[in-house]
C-alpha cells in the first residue's frame, strides 16, 4: 500500500511536474514571440529612420549642389574675364621692356606664351587657394586678323571640381593701340642722339647718319626729322582724304602721328622682332622731316618701312602745310605713297 501511495505520489509529482514544464514551455514561447515583435518593431522603425534621413540628407545634398555649381560657374566666369587683361598688361610689359632693353624679341609670339603661362599659374594657384578650385590653362595660340591694330589669343581653360567640369578655348582680341612703336629705337641704337618724349622721336642726326650709311644722297634732309612713338590708328579711311581740304587733313594725321593699314608696313609683334616689314598685314607712319623753305627736293620716301628697310627707294617733295615761310614736308614716291594717301596734286 505503501508502496502504492508513493508510486501516486510519485505519479502526482510527475503530473504537477509535466504541468509545471508546459507552464514554462509556454511562458516562453508567450516571451520568445514579445521579443520577436519588438525586434520587427524595432527594426521597422530603424529603417524608417534610415529611409527617412537618407531622404534628407539627399535632399540636403541636392540644395547644395544646385548652390555650388552656381558658385561654380560664377567663379570660372570671374576667371576668365581675367585672360584678356592678363593678355593685354604682358603685351604692354613686352613693348615696354623691348623699349627699355633697345633690344628686339626672337620670337615675339613665344615670349608672350612665356609669360602669359606664367601669370596664368599664378592666377590658377590663387584661384584654388580662394575657392579650391582646380584649373589648368595656357595660351594656345597668338594669330594675326584682318586689322592689323588687333590680335586674336586663344587660351585652353579646363577645370574639374567634383562632379563638374569645364573646357573652353578663350578668344580675346588683343590691340597694340597706345603701346610704343620700338622700330626707330631698335634700327638707330647705334647712333647717339635718337630721343623720344611722351608722343614722339626725335631723330637729331641719327636718322640722316644712318640713311648716309645705307647709301641714300640727300640724307641730311632727314635731320632733326620726327615721328610718332605711340600706336595711334588714323580714322581718316579711306585714306585717299589725306589730300582734301588743302592739305589740313594731312597736316591732322601728322600733327597727332597717325599709323595707317599697309601690307608692306610691318604688324606690331614682328615690329617687336625689329622688323619694318612683314608677311602678315601691318601698318605704316611717316617720318617727318624738319620744316624748310626750300622747294623741289628729294630724298627716301618716309614710310617708315621704306626708310627702315634694305630697299630704300626716293620719294618726292610734297607740302601739305605752309606757314610763314616754312613748308611742313613729306617725301613720298609718286606712284605709290603719294596716290594711296590722296596727294598726287601736292
Ligand atoms: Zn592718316
Ligand atoms: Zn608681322
Redesign the pocket.
Known amino acids: 500500500m505503501k508502496k502504492n501511495n508513493k508510486n501516486n505520489e510519485d505519479t502526482n509529482d510527475k503530473k504537477f511536474e509535466n504541468n509545471s514544464v508546459r507552464k514554462n514551455f509556454y511562458e516562453d514561447e508567450m516571451g520568445n514571440f514579445s521579443i520577436m515583435i519588438a525586434s520587427l518593431i524595432l527594426i521597422g522603425f530603424l529603417l524608417l529612420s534610415i529611409i527617412l534621413l537618407n531622404t534628407a540628407i539627399s535632399h540636403e545634398k541636392e540644395n547644395e549642389e544646385i548652390i555650388s555649381s552656381d558658385n561654380y560657374q560664377y567663379i570660372l566666369d570671374d576667371y576668365i574675364r581675367n585672360i584678356p587683361l592678363i593678355e593685354d598688361e604682358t603685351l604692354e610689359e613686352l613693348s615696354e621692356e623691348v623699349i627699355k632693353n633697345k633690344r628686339p624679341c626672337l620670337d615675339s609670339k613665344s615670349d608672350l606664351k612665356e609669360i602669359i603661362d606664367e601669370k596664368l599659374m599664378v592666377k590658377n594657384q590663387e584661384y584654388y587657394d580662394n575657392y579650391n578650385i582646380q584649373i589648368n590653362s595656357s595660351l594656345i595660340s597668338i594669330e594675326n586678323t584682318s586689322n592689323p591694330f588687333s590680335y586674336k589669343f586663344k587660351t585652353y581653360v579646363y577645370s574639374v571640381k567634383g562632379d563638374y567640369s569645364f573646357e573652353r578655348i578663350i578668344s580675346s582680341d588683343v590691340d597694340c593701340i597706345n603701346l610704343k612703336d620700338p622700330v626707330p629705337l631698335l634700327y638707330l641704337k647705334s647712333y647717339s642722339s635718337l630721343s623720344y618724349n611722351d608722343s614722339s622721336y626725335n631723330y637729331g642726326t641719327s636718322l640722316s647718319e644712318f640713311l648716309r650709311d645705307n647709301g641714300v644722297e640727300n640724307y641730311s634732309f632727314y635731320t632733326n626729322a620726327n615721328s610718332p612713338l605711340v600706336i595711334r590708328k588714323?580714322p581718316?579711311d579711306p585714306?585717299k582724304h589725306?589730300g582734301d581740304d588743302n592739305g589740313k587733313i594731312?597736316k591732322n594725321?601728322r600733327d597727332n602721328g597717325?599709323y595707317?593699314e599697309s601690307r608692306d608696313g610691318a604688324c606690331y609683334l614682328c615690329r617687336l622682332e625689329g622688323k619694318s616689314g612683314c608677311e602678315h598685314y601691318g601698318f605704316e607712319t611717316f617720318i617727318n622731316p624738319q620744316k624748310t623753305n626750300e622747294t623741289g627736293r628729294v630724298s627716301a620716301c618716309g614710310s617708315d618701312h621704306v626708310i627702315f628697310s634694305d630697299d630704300i627707294y626716293p620719294g618726292v617733295e610734297v607740302i601739305y602745310n605752309s606757314e610763314n615761310g616754312l613748308n611742313e614736308i613729306l617725301y613720298l614716291d609718286p606712284h605709290g605713297h603719294k596716290v594711296k594717301?590722296g596727294m598726287s596734286d601736292y
Open positions: 588714323c581718316y585714306y589725306h594731312m594725321c597717325y595707317h594717301y
